[in-house]
């Protein structure tokens, strides 16, 4: 993957260098602006047919003496009130240079000028590598945070848009590893026999997996050990056939996606790490794929999870909760101060809300509050799920503790909660993301494919809650 942030800083220091103009305007205050033009640019204008409107641009003429030739002039709902995504289309279009945006500082557009450049060109026999749109920023202290935090939603989007044969449980375990190895971060991982003796539930989920996909949890510990806890939990499923209730073409066509949860659990681990934040770090991945062979998990089946509690397989579809009850007992036993877990869990989440809003359920109100407004404020809204206790019944079972999935399809991403939530330590700050990791449409800054939904959240709330 051809990543062009990996190649030059998209945000730079503003020492008064050489650098185009930009312009940001609004429908409402076009045609005041416009007055300060000549007539040719007015012209230009026109012929651009550029009103204002959100995410129009266009390309005008200096005047003599300006400078550059040329500058540009972008659409926004308000120039004095940026978001992230408000100059994305501008870093989208726009030639490679160095940009300077005039009578005032990006701000929060930082994020959306350089999640726009993001390219993924690594299949691509014919891909032409693009020059870089650098901005200049004259607030310092603004840089290397926002660099690592479009850093980290671009690496969830790398690892979510690798094809499964090349981001198997290996591949997922060598990124984590290469993080451990960046941040001194100490790595434990557990397959074979003790996987199946100590996380028996993610053993019986992976274990119909060819041999080079073989089932593992990744461990990484980071961090003084007297600081406040914080366990980060990403469900893994590499690629998700559905085992024997198997999925239709369709249903399977994206189900590299389903090791998104790992992918945000991974790139939040990160941030957390490049900061600096006086936390102990818990990093829990539980990798498998899902496949269909002679010893697959059978529906009927009963496994003893770690945790002690016997579940009933009532789906073998229904497999993500399972891996990370284990990690989220495995997670329990820390004693933390906070678990987030994210996961692609399921299709009833997006049937609520779609594919931007992951569903979050909390045991906390003040730490579902806090995520939420991280959220808001940060262009990553989730959306609170309830776990009603009154629903839990429907994970019961004859023969076991559990059952992994009803048949009644009523309210399945709170119900899936509740079924995490029977592996969590009781009393435990536990906050879980129901995300869907992918982008089915492209926006200014936001292309088609893999995506981070709720990080961005849950980096913020963690940073107000911890301090860096």
Same mark, same amino acid.
């Given at each position: 993957?051809?990543?062009i942030m990996?190649?030059?800083a ?11 103009n ?5 429908e409402a205050?076009f045609a005041?602006?416009?007055?300060q033009?000549?007539d040719?640019q007015?012209?230009t204008l026109?012929?651009q047919?550029f009103t ?6 266009a390309i005008?003429?200096?005047k003599?003496g ?8 972008g659409g926004?709902?308000?120039?004095d009130d940026?978001?992230s995504w408000?100059?994305a289309?501008l ?5 490679e ?6 009578g005032r $500082?990006p701000?929060p557009?930082?994020?959306g000028?350089q999640?726009?450049q993001?390219?993924n060109l690594?299949?691509r026999?014919?891909a032409?590598?693009?020059g ?6 004259k ?5 290397e945070?926002?660099?690592a935090?479009? $850093?980290?939603?671009?690496m969830?989007r790398?690892?979510v848009?690798? %094809?499964p ?6 591949a997922m ?10 941040h001194?971060?100490?790595?434990d991982v ?6 199946e003796q100590?996380?028996p ?13 073989? %089932?593992?949890?990744?461990?990484l510990?980071?961090?003084k ?12 499923v ?7 209730d ?5 249903g399977?066509?994206?189900?590299k ?8 659990a991974?790139?939040l681990?990160?941030?957390v790490?490049?900061h600096?934040l006086p936390?102990r ?5 539980p990798?498998v794929?899902n496949?269909?062979?002679?010893n697959?998990?059978?529906p009927?089946?009963?496994v003893t999870s770690? /945790?002690g509690?016997t579940v ?7 497999e993500?909760r399972?891996?990370?009850a ?8 820390e004693?933390?101060d906070?678990?987030i877990?994210?996961?692609?869990l399921?299709?009833a989440a997006r049937?609520?809300l779609?594919?931007?809003y992951?569903?979050?359920?909390a045991?906390n ?10 959220? /808001? ?14 629903y839990?019944?429907?994970l019961?079972?004859p023969?076991?503790?559990?059952i992994?999935a009803p048949?009644n399809g009523?309210?399945?991403a709170?119900v ?5 939530? /029977?592996?969590?330590?009781?009393d ?9 990791a992918?982008r089915?449409t %492209?926006k ?6 893999? $995506? ?12 107000a809650?911890y301090?860096?």
């Amino acid at each position: 993957m051809h990543d062009i942030m990996s190649d030059t800083a998209l945000i730079q220091a503003d020492r008064g260098q050489d650098a185009i103009n930009l312009h940001l305007v609004n429908e409402a205050g076009f045609a005041n602006w416009a007055k300060q033009l000549s007539d040719t640019q007015r012209a230009t204008l026109d012929a651009q047919k550029f009103t204002g409107k959100g995410y129009e641009t266009a390309i005008l003429p200096a005047k003599p003496g300006e400078g550059a030739a040329w500058f540009a002039v972008g659409g926004v709902a308000d120039p004095d009130d940026l978001s992230s995504w408000c100059m994305a289309r501008l870093a989208e279009i726009l030639p490679e240079g160095t940009y300077r945006l005039v009578g005032r $500082e990006p701000g929060p557009a930082l994020h959306g000028w350089q999640t726009a450049q993001y390219k993924n060109l690594t299949y691509r026999s014919d891909a032409e590598v693009p020059g870089a749109r650098v901005l200049l920023t004259k607030d310092a202290n603004a840089i290397e945070p926002a660099l690592a935090e479009a $850093e980290a939603v671009n690496m969830v989007r790398r690892l979510v848009d690798a %094809p499964p044969e090349h981001m198997g449980p290996a591949a997922m375990e060598a990124e984590i590893e290469t993080l451990a190895k960046a941040h001194d971060a100490k790595l434990d991982v557990t397959r074979g026999d003790q996987l199946e003796q100590n996380y028996p539930l993610v053993h019986a989920v992976g274990r119909a997996a060819a041999r080079h996909h073989a %089932p593992r949890i990744m461990h990484l510990t980071w961090g003084k050990a007297d600081n406040p806890v914080v366990a980060i939990v990403g469900k893994g499923v590499t690629f998700d056939s559905g085992g024997l209730d198997i999925k239709s073409s369709a249903g399977m066509a994206l189900m590299k996606k389903d090791m998104g949860g790992a992918a945000h659990a991974i790139a939040l681990a990160r941030l957390v790490m490049q900061h600096n934040l006086p936390v102990r770090l818990h990093l829990l991945v539980p990798s498998v794929e899902n496949a269909v062979s002679g010893n697959a998990l059978r529906p009927g089946d009963i496994v003893t999870s770690r /945790k002690g509690l016997t579940v009933e397989i009532t789906n073998t579809d229904a497999e993500g909760r399972l891996i990370l009850a284990d990690a989220l007992d495995r997670a329990s036993e820390e004693s933390p101060d906070l678990i987030i877990d994210f996961a692609t869990l399921t299709g009833a989440a997006r049937v609520a809300l779609g594919p931007e809003y992951p569903a979050l359920m909390a045991r906390n109100d003040d730490t579902a509050a806090a995520l939420i407004e991280a959220g /808001k404020a940060h262009d990553d809204e989730p959306w609170r799920l309830p776990l009603p206790a009154g629903y839990a019944e429907w994970l019961d079972s004859p023969l076991a503790d559990c059952i992994n999935a009803p048949k009644n399809g009523f309210a399945g991403a709170s119900v899936a909660g509740l079924f995490l939530d /029977k592996f969590v330590g009781a009393d435990i700050d536990w906050a879980h993301f129901d995300t869907y990791a992918w982008r089915p449409t %492209p926006k200014p800054g936001r292309p088609k494919g893999g $995506e981070a939904y709720g990080l961005r959240a849950s980096w913020h709330m963690l940073r107000a809650r911890y301090g860096a």
